[in-house]
Structures are given as structure tokens and as C-alpha cells.
Nanobody, 125 residues
Framework: QLHLVQSGGGLVQPGGSLRLSCAAS????????IGWFRQAPGNEREWVSC????????YYEDSLKGRFAISRDLANNTVFLSMYSMITDDTGVYYCAADPWADPCTFDPDEYEYWGQGTQVTVSS
């Protein structure tokens, strides 16, 4: 079976940093683009970032450029989302998702076939 297992969420103070992990099992990330989405309470799920399949090109929601960084470690079949200078608006449940052979990757959640379980991120003092 194909799974994405997330880890790394938690509580962080404003201005702090956090790194989320998304580990794939049952398939190799070489052939999948990975996207990150988040959902704040009372809001719809929104696209955060993605990394494409072959070229490893990265994309970010405009307002997050410079604060978030997506990367992948193919040897460990894991994708990371590093978040810096965090603000309270970054609070929400974060999800990773896999889209086969996507290059470039997309912001459309309907294109993603496999989803992680979600991890809570809370930015609060």
C-alpha cells in the first residue's frame, strides 16, 4: 500500500522555525511530485508549495516566498517543508500529497492522489 507519513508539527512561537517531514512508503518519490497544503480553522485548504518530479523545481504561494522552503531527500524517500519567521497566520493543519509524474507540479489539490494524515502547526506566544 502507498502511504505518506507526516511528522514534525507542534507549537512554535512567532518568529520561530519548524520543519515538517513527509515520508513515502510503498512507492518512490522519484516519480511523484509532492505538494504541501494547509488548512486553518474555518478556512478552506490552501496550497503552500510543491516540488516537481524530475527537475525538482520548487514553487511557492507568493506570500510565503522567502519564509518557506521545500526540499526532498530521495535517498530517504522524504520531502521536507521548512518554515521560518513564522507568524500566527501560519497556524493550521498541514498536509503533504503526492501527484504522479507531475512536472511542473500543481497547486490543484484534485491532481494529488495520495495524502498524508496531516499534522498540526500552532504559532502562538
Amino acid at each position: 500500500q502507498l502511504h505518506l507519513v507526516q511528522s514534525g508539527g507542534g507549537l512554535v512561537q512567532p518568529g520561530g522555525s519548524l520543519r515538517l517531514s513527509c515520508a513515502a512508503s510503498g512507492f518512490t518519490l522519484d516519480y511523484y511530485a509532492i505538494g504541501w497544503f494547509r488548512q486553518a480553522p474555518g478556512n478552506e485548504r490552501e496550497w503552500v508549495s510543491c516540488i516537481s518530479t524530475r527537475a525538482s523545481t520548487t514553487y511557492y504561494e507568493d506570500s510565503l516566498k522567502g519564509r518557506f522552503a521545500i526540499s526532498r531527500d530521495l535517498a530517504n524517500n522524504t520531502v521536507f517543508l521548512s518554515m521560518y519567521s513564522m507568524i500566527t497566520d501560519d497556524t493550521g493543519v498541514y498536509y503533504c500529497a503526492a501527484d504522479p509524474w507531475a512536472d511542473p507540479c500543481t497547486f490543484d489539490p484534485d491532481e494529488y492522489e495520495y495524502w498524508g494524515q496531516g499534522t498540526q502547526v500552532t504559532v502562538s506566544s
